[in-house]
């Protein structure tokens, strides 16, 4: 199903959502390894505020972007 804008329909969905309900907006964490979704956020309006690591739950670590609406 990829290329199909399916992951901006959802994105924006949830982005009315907040509006909406007066929410301050929407996050998320993603890996870092992953610049194609990172470029969706933020041409869906979302930068990234903040770097870090995760830890899996295979017990890998991995390098994580926290993403916030501006």
Not at 31 to 60: H, K, P, S, W
Request: hydrophobic share 45%.
């Amino acid at each position: 199903m990829r290329g199909r804008g399916l992951a901006a329909q959802l994105v924006r969905g949830l982005q009315a959502f907040a509006e909406e309900h007066h929410l301050a907006g929407l996050s998320c964490t993603v890996r870092a390894a992953e610049a194609g979704n990172i470029a969706l956020y933020e041409r869906l309006g979302m930068e990234i505020v903040q770097r870090g690591e995760r830890a899996c739950l295979t017990g890998a670590v991995i390098p994580v972007v926290h993403m916030r609406s501006r």
